[in-house]
C-alpha cells in the first residue's frame, strides 16, 4: 500500500552518523525475526538496492562487507525501510542459513530477565 | 527455552560506543513489528530492567527519556536481548499506542523500492 506519490531516493538524503554510517536492522521476512544490526554507508546502501544482496560496511575491516561473501549466508533484500529521523534502516531480508557468525540464526540469542543472562537460541546443526 | 544456566546480567558489560551509548530497537510483542531504534545508556538500561517501562537515553536533551512519559505511548518491557557483539539491544514490548511521534504506529513507515521512496503507514486515527 502506497500512501503517496512516490518520490527519487538518494541514499545521501539519509542522516549519517560523524564516521559517515547509518545503523541497519535486518528483520527475516518469512519470520518477521529480528536477525541482526550492522552498520552502512552511502556506497553500501546504494549497493545494497542495486545489486538486492543486503551489503554492510565493516568498520573494523573499512570494506564492504558482503553479508554471505565468505560464509554463505547470504541476505536478499525484499524491502529496505528508513524510519522518521532518517537515522536507521529496517532491511527485510529473505535470509540464507543462520544469520549470526555463531551459527545461530539470529544474533540476539541472549536473554535477560530477572538480573540474569541465558542463551535462548542454539547454534544451527552443521551441515 | 534456556540452553544454558543463567548467569548474573550486569549492564556495564556491555559495549558501548564512544559517548557511552548502546543501539535499542524495540519490536513489538504481539505483531512482531520493528517499532523504533533508540538509544540506551548503562543507567537507562538498569532502569528498564528494574521499572519494566522502556527508558531511552535522549541524546539530545541529554536526559532519560521514558518511552510515553509526554504522549502516554509507553512500552512495557516483555524481554531484553542483547547481540552476539554485546553491542546492540533487542527490545521485546508491549507498546500502547503509535510508537511514532509521527502517530504512526512504527517509524519505519517510509519504505524504498526501484530507486523511489514512499510512505506504506499513515497515521493512527486521533483518539
Known sequence: MTLQHPTRFDPDTLTFN???LIPAIAQSHSTGEVL???WMNAASV???LASGQVTYW???RGQFWRK???SGHFQRLVEMRVDCDRDCLLLIVEQTGPAC???R???????ISDGAEAEIIAPEPPG
Open 36 to 38: 541482526m544490526m550492522a
Open 101 to 103: 557468525h555463531t551459527n
Open 68 to 70: 554471505g561473501e565468505t
Open 105 to 111: 540464526r539470529s544474533c540476539f540469542y541472549t536473554a
Open 46 to 48: 546504494a549497493e545494497t
Open 18 to 20: 560523524d564516521r559517515g
Open 58 to 60: 565493516s568498520r573494523s
